[in-house]
Nanobody
Framework: QVQLVESGGGSVQAGGSLRLSCVAS?????????MGWFRQAPGKEREGVAA???????TYADSGKGRFTISKDNAKNTLYLQMNSLKPEDTGMYYCAAGGPFLNPVIAGLSPDEYNAWGQGTQVTVS
């Protein structure tokens, strides 16, 4: 079972930047995983922000295209989300998620149903 721990959230003014990190452990050796960032604002459903598959291919929600960048450092087992030009509507709890293990590479999507391991979340507030 994969364990995920996020960090890097905080309060910033509109137009500012934050970089979220997610350290993962518990991977099954030789298997494939997808990784993603999700967010949830009060009273709203959890939504996908960005995802990355084992080959490094990325997917972004329209809301973050051109502003957010998802990346990973396999040597450090760490997933990142660089967020620039932040807007008040980006406010929410941000979650790191992992899907897998898979026997073959899988395209990473933005549906929460594709992921079976979740971090505890890190709060992002943009004012």
């Amino acid at each position: 079972q994969v364990q995920l721990v996020e960090s890097g959230g905080g309060s910033v003014q509109a137009g500012g930047s934050l970089r979220l990190s997610c350290v993962a452990s518990g991977y099954t050796y030789g298997s494939y995983y997808i990784m993603g960032w999700f967010r949830q604002a009060p009273g709203k459903e959890r939504e996908g922000v960005a995802a990355i598959d084992s080959d490094g291919s990325t997917t972004y929600a329209d809301s973050g295209k051109g502003r957010f960048t998802i990346s990973k450092d396999n040597a450090k087992n760490t997933l990142y989300l660089q967020m620039n030009s932040l807007k008040p509507e980006d406010t929410g709890m941000y979650y790191c998620a992992a899907g897998g293990p898979f026997l073959n590479p899988v395209i990473a999507g933005l549906s929460p149903d594709e992921y079976n391991a979740w971090g505890q979340g890190t709060q992002v507030t943009v004012s």
